[in-house]
């Protein structure tokens, strides 16, 4: 008999417990929802485009890979794309990847917003631009182009005098940023290449990437101490990162450059 009273307490326990529960629950939503409502009715509302798959970087967009939501207005008014934006960017590529029900942003489109002026719509949120001296060999003959993706690598003198052996053992390289998007090379950004149809062959001697506010710290103190930056293009399917990246000094390579070519040798023989 107790055994019995015990169990239907039990029962009636658990039974409360899911009501309370469920409650809770509802409360919460309804609060939630009334916060909803207070957004939208103090900043209004506006319906978006968001991507209807996750959305790898580098994919054509075609119609079908967005879909729409009625978001609150506030701070999404000429960032994010709406329907009526649909015929201008069908056939761009987006410039990094997306996740289902992403916001879709000019500045994740190639191209970004061909009516915006100046370069400041097309810098993501919470990042930075930022201009370095790279002309010529440093930035692949030239070769950079806006939506393009880097790696920054800077060369730097440690030493104090002049005496040139001194000064080549105190070299060091080291990578500093890897796969950073280049917003502009020169004056030209994406939106000029959309215009243009393409850009003809000219040289230039800044280059604007995209970037952290630390990273930004990190480009604008190497370029006032003793060295040099340099460019790497990537592949724009790359998104890889190599961890540890060592730093590297004339000893370095005196130790490591044979190693270094057979492996590169080998990797050509297997394909890999």
């Known amino acids: 008999m107790k055994r019995k009273i015990v169990l239907i307490v039990s029962i009636v326990a658990g039974l409360v417990a899911a009501v309370l529960t469920r409650f809770y629950i509802t409360a919460k ?23 209807a798959r996750d959305t790898p970087a580098g994919t054509v967009v075609q119609r079908s890979d967005f879909l729409k939501m009625t978001v609150p207005e506030i701070g999404m008014r000429g960032q994010a794309l709406t329907e009526e934006n649909l015929s ?21 489109i190639e191209g970004g ?18 201009s370095i001296n790279c002309s010529g060999a440093a930035s692949v003959s030239s070769m950079v182009r806006p939506n393009d993706h880097v790696d920054v690598i800077g060369t730097f003198d440690l030493s104090d005098g002049p005496v040139a052996g001194a000064r080549a053992k105190s070299l060091v390289t080291c990578t500093i940023l890897q796969n950073v998007l280049v917003l502009a090379t020169g004056a030209r950004t994406a939106k000029t ?34 060295g040099r930056l340099v460019l790497t293009l990537r592949n724009r399917n790359d998104t890889s990162f190599e961890k540890e990246l060592p730093k590297v000094d004339f000893e370095k390579i005196r130790s490591e450059i044979e190693g270094l070519n057979l492996e ?8 890999h």
């Open 113 to 130: 917003d061909p009516t915006s002026k100046g370069l400041s719509a097309d810098i993501k949120r919470q990042m930075r631009a930022i």
């Open 193 to 226: 290449r959309a215009r243009e149809g393409g850009f003809a062959s000219s040289g230039y001697s800044t280059v604007t990437l995209e970037v952290t506010p630390r990273e930004a710290e990190m480009l604008a103190f190497a370029e006032q101490i003793k």
């Open 264 to 271: 590169r040798q080998q990797k050509k023989l297997t394909g």
């Open 88 to 108: 201008d960017v069908l056939g761009r590529k987006t410039l990094v990847g997306h996740r289902y029900k992403d916001i879709v942003f000019w500045a994740d």
């Open 29 to 51: 939503d309804a609060e939630v929802q009334r916060l909803k409502d207070a957004i939208n009715r103090r900043y209004g509302t506006i319906d978006v485009l968001i991507f």
